[in-house]
């Protein structure tokens, strides 16, 4: 384990404020890192550790709505132009060079969408956890690739993504029930892959029948965090940030569909990336997994050089296989020169 210390900055501009974590020696490659939901920089710790260890200037931000980046009011404001400009804003920066970017959940999306429209500012890309689609991470994307061996259309018709519709049917309240106990969400939420989850209908898929992620309670049931994922004094901080500020931001960045297709369909090339892709799977994730299915066949068609690898966990890659992750990456990174 590296004895360098996370070191915390920020970075603002009359558009945005970003929040980030740097790690690692200044003038080493750069290697930046892009969290999804509901996350904060701090995810990463394990890997920017990893890297900065072996000459890596590893960066963290705090994605717009989170942590201690700036969370604008308007849901408008979490448009993808609108965070791969903060990203890129960040990139020049730091030095502009062009970088490893690695994303995982949302951060996938935004790593994807930045090469796909600015590729002279990457060296290569890693996707974790969710794949590239060229017309980008939207409904009319995602529910024609849906599974209907395990979603048949009449029960589930937006499959495993019913509560993406749910947030653009029923914002406030899915928001409300976040909110009820910030704690005991996060807790939640974050749990390891099981095997036995997968082919079978994910709790996501009924969350409007139940009237909510968390049914008629309205909040999450008293849950304890898993430890082996989070570190308590990181989990304490990722907590600390969502109590201060709660989810409505976070969750926001799922009501811009329209805005967010109009903008992949501005990419250069139709969306397709010539660069090195490297996709982690995670074999247990019901949500996002590309194995069985045809939720990966829009990144194959579109990634002329696509490297896919597969760990044995659920959604949570980054934490839930920390030291995997890390080697996926690096094995990665040794072919690719």
């Not at 400009?85 to 920066?93: G, N, R």
């Not at 968390?214 to 082996?228: E, M, S, V």
């Not at 299915?293 to 934490?319: F, I, K, Y």
Request: hydrophobic share 40%; charged share 20%; net charge negative.
């Amino acid at each position: 384990m590296s004895t360098l210390t996370l070191t915390s900055h920020i970075f603002s501009t009359p558009r945005h404020t970003t929040h980030y974590l740097a790690l690692g020696p200044v003038d080493g490659p750069l290697m930046i890192f892009l969290h999804g939901w509901p996350e904060i920089s701090l995810i990463w710790r394990a890997q920017m550790e990893a890297f900065a260890a072996e000459g890596w200037h590893c960066i963290a931000p705090d994605m717009r709505g989170y942590g201690r980046s700036s969370a604008p009011a308007d849901v408008d404001a979490y448009t993808l132009e609108n965070i791969v400009a903060d990203m890129a804003a960040l990139h020049d920066h730091l030095g502009g060079l062009p970088a490893i970017w690695v994303g995982h959940d949302w951060g996938s999306v935004v790593a994807g969408e930045l090469v796909a429209h600015e590729p002279q500012r990457s060296r290569g890309v890693v996707l974790v956890s969710v794949p590239y689609f060229p017309t980008t991470n939207a409904l009319p994307t995602l529910v024609p690739l849906v599974d209907r061996a395990i979603y048949p259309e009449d029960l589930y018709p937006d499959g495993q993504w019913d509560y993406y519709r749910y947030y653009n049917k029923h914002f406030a309240s899915a928001v409300a029930d976040l909110d009820a106990d910030k704690a005991a969400s996060l807790a939640s939420i974050y749990r390891r892959g099981d095997p036995a989850s997968i082919a079978k209908v994910a709790s996501n898929a009924e969350v409007t029948r139940k009237g909510g992620r968390f049914g008629q309670a309205h909040q999450a049931p008293p849950t304890q965090p898993d430890l082996a994922l989070w570190p308590a004094a990181d989990f304490a901080v990722l907590v600390q940030t969502f109590e201060t500020h709660g989810f409505r931001a976070p969750c926001a960045w799922y009501l811009n569909d329209a805005a967010n297709v109009d903008y992949a369909n501005r990419s250069l090339k139709g969306g397709r990336l010539s660069l090195p892709v490297l996709f982690v799977n995670g074999d247990y994730d019901p949500m996002n997994t590309i194995k069985g299915n045809q939720l990966g066949e829009p990144m194959r068609a579109a990634c002329a050089d696509l490297t896919v690898t597969s760990l044995p966990g659920g959604h949570w890659l980054p934490v839930e296989c920390k030291a995997e992750l890390v080697e996926a990456i690096s094995a990665w990174l040794k072919a690719k020169g």
